[in-house]
Nanobody
Framework: QVQLVESGGGAVQPGGSLRLSCAAS????????IGWFRQAPGKEYEGISCISNSVGSTNYLASVQGRFTISSDNAENTVYLQMNNLKPEDTAVYYCAARFSDYCSATVDEYDYWGQGTQVTVSS
């Protein structure tokens, strides 16, 4: 069956770094785009980054551009999100999601499969 499993979350101080992983199985990885979303308490889901495994294109939410880097290891069916210079406003549950498309999207409803999420807390 399809699985997306996130890992790498945790608690860090402002300015710190984390690398999230999204391990995928049960579908043809390079036919999908993988997005990272986050949801802070009391807020809507927010699309923060996406990578197309077929085209190789990436995109980022403006507020994370230059701090976060998305990458994909197609041999390992894993997508990574390197997060540097973390800020308290980055605190949220982070989810990865898979979309059967060559193109990225920041729209929640356009994704087919979701992981269970991993908590990221940025606090001094």
């Amino acid at each position: 069956q399809v699985q997306l499993v996130e890992s790498g979350g945790g608690a860090v101080q402002p300015g710190g770094s984390l690398r999230l992983s999204c391990a995928a199985s049960g579908f043809t990885f390079d036919e999908y785009s993988i997005g990272w979303f986050r949801q802070a308490p009391g807020k809507e889901y927010e699309g923060i980054s996406c990578i197309s495994n077929s085209v190789g294109s990436t995109n980022y939410l403006a507020s994370v551009q230059g701090r976060f880097t998305i990458s994909s290891d197609n041999a390992e069916n894993t997508v990574y999100l390197q997060m540097n210079n973390l800020k308290p406003e980055d605190t949220a549950v982070y989810y990865c999601a898979a979309r059967f498309s060559d193109y990225c999207s920041a729209t929640v409803d356009e994704y087919d499969y979701w992981g269970q999420g991993t908590q990221v807390t940025v606090s001094s």
